[in-house]
């Protein structure tokens, strides 16, 4: 019987058919193969009662040699993607390489690696293995923002930092459209996202607050990221959003209610340890302000 288009058309899906459920098997068997390498590694750590240092370098990617981990990470696991982009980041086994490092992070960031996401912003924001690109950074952070299913102790506290204040800046750059064009709804998921730990970014959404810009004008609101932005940063900071705060609280009919206890030798008041607390009714909670930023 002779055989139509149609016919040759099915025989060729077929084939791609079988050759996708091979390569999805291949990487099956290549991921229980890894995994019972490194349970093996792990239970010969036990065995030995290693210090706890040795037995944390017990993860996949540190026992695979450069090529395994590139055949690996070549098949497509993100995670060890991303190991395989920081041996070249630091030249752990290989050469140092910015560009590699860049192009592995991509990989992992574009199968939606939270990690990755967030590395890949760091890298345009500083210009590491590729052209610095403001906007790209704003949108590999946001990425990242959006889609945070990992843990995040994937970074060390100062990378979380840094990348909180890179986030802050970016966000500035929003408001004001400094090196980049004016967008408002950036700029507040930006610094909301620093808001967690960097304080010019909460006085930042003060100021959105204040302005109204691509919010509804809110002073209550704007009091609430003043009062928290106040908390920390250098003297000259604290003052100076102490008096934006103060002045939204007048603007707002915001009554500032101060419980203080005096210290027996000081001229300092302070409720406890030596720190001076303002109530705020507002917050129903007390303030920790500094008598030397005073």
């Known amino acids: 019987m002779q055989k139509t288009p149609n016919d040759f058309e099915q025989q060729r899906r077929n084939v791609d058919w079988k050759d996708a459920q091979y390569d999805e ?38 026992i695979l040699s450069v090529p395994d981990l590139i055949f690996l990470a070549e098949a497509g696991y ?22 590699l490092a860049f192009s592995w992070f991509l990989k992992a960031a574009n199968q ?3 990690a990755a996401q967030q590395t890949m912003g760091t890298h345009y924001f500083g210009g590491f293995g590729v052209t610095q690109n403001f906007e790209e950074a704003a949108n590999w952070y946001l990425e990242a923002i959006r889609n945070k299913d990992v843990d995040p102790d994937f970074f ?10 890179n986030q802050a800046q970016l966000g500035s750059m929003y408001l004001t459209g400094s090196n980049v064009s004016m967008d408002y709804a950036k700029a507040l998921e930006l610094l909301t996202a620093a808001s967690q730990s960097n304080h010019e970014a909460m006085a930042l959404i003060g100021d959105i607050y204040v302005k109204g810009l691509g919010v509804e004008k809110d002073l209550h609101e704007a009091f609430k990221w003043y009062h928290q932005a106040a908390q920390g940063g250098t003297r000259e900071f604290i003052a100076e959003v102490k008096r934006s705060r103060d002045e939204v609280a007048v603007a707002a009919g915001i009554k500032i209610e101060t419980k203080i206890v005096p210290m027996e030798g000081s001229g300092f008041y302070v409720v406890s340890k030596g ?4 109530y705020d ?11 030397v930023a005073e």
């Open 25 to 62: 098997t291949m990487k099956l068997l290549n991921l229980i193969f890894l995994l019972s390498v490194a349970a093996a590694h792990l239970a010969a750590a036990e065995e030995s009662k290693q210090s706890d240092s040795d037995a944390n370098s017990g993860s996949i990617d540190s």
């Open 78 to 99: 993100p995670g060890l993607e991303v190991s395989l982009a920081k041996r070249y980041l630091g030249g752990n086994g290989v050469d140092q390489n910015d560009e």
């Open 112 to 114: 939606g690696m939270w």
């Open 156 to 165: 060390q506290p100062a990378s979380m930092q840094s990348i909180a204040d």
């Open 275 to 278: 720190r001076l607390f303002e």
């Open 281 to 291: 009714p507002v917050l129903s909670d007390f303030a920790i302000y500094d008598p």
